[in-house]
């Protein structure tokens, strides 16, 4: 983890921030707030083995996306497997478009606290893995955010130890965006490749310079790792801006994601082969899985890689739901030389990590690994990273535009003289029916 430091006493004795000491009362963490403010701004904190499910969404229905709109509700959550009730805290920051975090002072973008203890938890019960479940949920008594754009928010032990981060995006809907997804217009690419155009009206809403105020993000399946920015305004028609892009916009179609089931932690079920009673939780062996670059598209109903908690004997399955170590194995045709090769979700975030990196097993010719996950529906896929730190998630899977994608386009308002980004628009599409 990489921190800079701005010379400490200048910020520490700035105006702003001592009206934010005597009117907010802060505790006495405000000293390390003041430090950790000035991260790196795209740095991850990954959780240690010991946290695991964490998920951050939205509290509407089917809405897994960390992408809420401006005074919605939203939840995080994780599980703490040493299940010994440790207090933990929750920092929240603004940030700008970059993810930098912004020069706004606390009382600016939240009513109340930016940091605060987590309160609601509960330990498992009739499990086999023992943890203690924590839960926080905004708005609440302690912290209401009041304005949109970018924010991360870092989880700290009672050492002020930062356990891990997360990110997240408030938008408002002063503007609306039409997201419509098409073939590639590039004859090489026509059947593998998606091309992503779209609108932004905004008749009630003034912007003065559009080609520098407004920098739209297009995201695949809600991972931010496929994000394309830096696209201005083709037309400009009144209240309306159009982007007709096709090469800048153009996203591999990939494949259909994989799935497993595993409600039933004693018994198959869906894509689980096998489960087996391990000394002291269980194995669930998944079906061997093959590379797909090579044969025909096949349509698999999938989540774009999300991933739902559940228990099917249980109404409660955030603290009732169990662990069980899931293998995966991966057949390909020819052994990958000088590159790795991960199971990659919304599970842990979309990240490379030692936990989800498979190995070559030469005795059975596969690529293995094992990742101790809680019961539920999870979508996964396989992706390759080479010696340039370069992913690939077509290299196993293939690229189809047949595939069924989700694009989302956040459009975001840097005001000429203002302190902050805005968020002022969110619109979604598919490619189930693509345009020409």
């Known amino acids: 983890m990489s921190i800079e430091i701005c010379p400490f006493w200048y910020y520490f004795c700035s ?28 740095e991850i904190i990954l959780p240690p083995n010991t946290i695991k499910s964490i998920q951050l969404s939205s509290s509407q229905n089917g809405n897994f996306a960390p992408i809420i709109p401006l005074h919605g509700s939203f939840s995080l959550s994780f599980d703490d497997l040493e299940a010994d009730e440790k207090d933990y805290y929750y920092i929240i920051e603004h940030c700008d478009k970059n993810w930098e975090t912004s020069d706004l002072v606390t009382t600016e973008f939240v009513r109340g606290y930016a940091e605060e203890q987590i309160r609601d938890y509960e330990n498992s019960f009739n499990t086999l893995q023992f943890y203690t479940h924590y839960t926080v949920r905004f708005p609440n008594k302690n ?71 407004i920098d739209p993000v297009i995201i695949q399946n809600n991972d931010f790792s496929t994000q394309i920015v830096g696209l201005k305004p083709q037309f400009i028609r009144g209240a309306q801006l159009l982007y007709k892009y096709d090469k800048e916009t153009a996203f591999w179609g990939g494949n259909e994601f994989l799935n497993f089931d595993t409600k039933e932690v004693r018994l198959s079920n869906m894509n689980v082969a096998s489960v087996v009673s391990g000394v002291n939780l269980y194995h669930s062996y998944l079906y061997t899985d093959k590379e797909r670059a090579y044969n025909p598209y096949t349509f698999y109903p999938d989540a774009n890689g999300s991933f739902v908690i559940r228990n099917a004997k249980s109404a409660d399955s955030a603290l009732e739901a169990d662990y069980s170590w899931v293998h995966f194995s991966l057949k390909v045709y020819e052994q990958l030389l000088d590159k790795d090769l991960y199971v990659y979700g919304a599970y842990n975030n979309y990240q490379l990590t030692d936990d989800n990196k498979l190995n070559y097993n030469p005795e059975s010719g596969l690529y293995e690994t094992s990742i101790l996950l809680k019961q539920g529906f999870y979508n996964y896929t396989y992706v390759t990273l080479d010696q340039d730190n370069v992913m690939s998630n077509t290299e196993i899977n293939g690229s189809f535009d047949e595939t069924e994608n989700e694009y989302a386009v956040l459009v975001y308002y840097s005001k000429f003289g203002s302190s902050y980004d805005r968020v002022i628009g969110y619109g979604k599409g598919t490619s189930k029916k693509l345009g020409q």
């Open 15 to 42: 105006f702003g921030v001592v009206l934010q000491i005597f009117s907010m009362k802060l505790s006495v963490r405000f000293l390390f707030i003041l430090i950790f403010s000035y991260m790196s701004a795209q």
């Open 143 to 213: 912290t209401r955010l009041l304005i949109s754009g970018n924010y991360r928010i870092s989880i700290l032990d009672d050492d002020e130890n930062i356990v891990f981060t997360r990110y997240f995006i408030l938008y408002e809907s002063v503007t609306t965006v039409g997201v419509s997804v098409h073939r590639s217009r590039d004859v090489r690419y026509i059947d593998s490749q998606h091309s992503v155009q779209f609108s932004i009206n905004h008749p009630s809403f003034r912007i003065n310079n559009p080609r520098e105020e």
